[in-house]
């Protein structure tokens, strides 16, 4: 089992960065992919962005490609997203989640384990 912590996420005005965190406990978090992913009010979850564990395979929404970028510390259990030039339509419940295979799929039902979502909301 995989209990996974996000934080960072806040109020920031558009064309403003946050980075959001997600921690990781309970299992060996080196050997998952880990994957962010966003709910908007009245949406459905959408794919952000996904890392191997290696660091070698990363992926990206077409929303989110040249503003966003996912890394990891695996010494550290967590993973990161760095978001820059947000924008209003960015506004959504970001949620990190853990796949326990080392392959980045963007499909919300292959994730294995879910964190409870941060808030970030991005002002015009």
């Known amino acids: 089992q995989v209990q996974l912590v996000e934080s960072g996420g806040g109020l920031v005005q558009a064309g403003g960065s946050l980075r959001l965190s997600c921690a990781a406990s309970?299992?060996?978090?080196?050997?998952?992919?880990m994957g962010w992913f966003r709910q908007a009010p009245g949406k459905g979850r959408e794919f952000v962005a996904a890392?191997?564990?290696?660091?070698?395979?990363?992926q990206y929404g077409d929303s989110v490609l040249g503003r966003f970028t996912i890394s990891r510390d695996n010494a550290k259990n967590t993973a990161y997203l760095q978001m820059n030039s947000l924008k209003p339509e960015d506004t959504a419940v970001y949620y990190c989640a853990a796949r326990k295979y080392n392959t980045v799929v963007r499909s919300e039902s292959a994730q294995d384990f879910w964190g409870q979502g941060t808030q970030v909301t991005v002002s015009s």
């Open positions: 890392i191997t564990w290696d660091g070698i395979n990363i």
């Open positions: 309970g299992r060996t978090f080196g050997n998952y992919a």
